[in-house]
């Protein structure tokens, strides 16, 4: 049974960082696609970034570039995303997610697996 558990979230200033950790089992990195999403008050889901393929190819959003990393530990079956410069309108909750088949550009509904969340608040 595939199963994802976030961790990490909390409250932090604008400029802050934090990182997310999702600890997987019933799979490996390399059998299936991973990746994080974000869902803010009042706006739909979006993907912000993953990981495809066996080599390992990153997908990241054009807003969180350069401030977001996507990254896994084999070793400890986990996938994190480290977040600097967070911004208040980063405030959303957090899900990382896993799939088996999974294009490029790492579309939600290709996505099987979820995590149940956990909540990133930026104040200003």
């Known amino acids: 049974e595939v199963q994802l558990v976030e961790s990490g979230g909390g409250s932090v200033q604008a400029g802050g960082s934090l990182r997310l950790s999702c600890a997987a089992s019933?799979?490996?990195?390399?059998?299936?696609?991973i990746g994080w999403f974000r869902e803010a008050p009042g706006k739909e889901r979006e993907g912000i970034s993953c990981i495809v393929g066996s080599d390992g190819d990153t997908y990241s959003a054009d807003d969180v570039k350069g401030r977001f990393t996507i990254s896994t530990d084999n070793t400890k079956n986990t996938m994190y995303l480290q977040m600097n410069g967070l911004k208040p309108e980063d405030t959303a909750v957090y899900y990382c997610?896993?799939?088996?088949?999974?294009?490029?550009?790492?579309?939600?509904?290709?996505?099987?697996?979820w995590g149940q969340g956990t909540q990133v608040t930026v104040s200003s």
């Open positions: 019933g799979f490996t990195f390399d059998d299936f696609a």
């Open positions: 997610a896993a799939g088996v088949e999974v294009a490029a550009d790492c579309p939600e509904q290709e996505f099987d697996w």
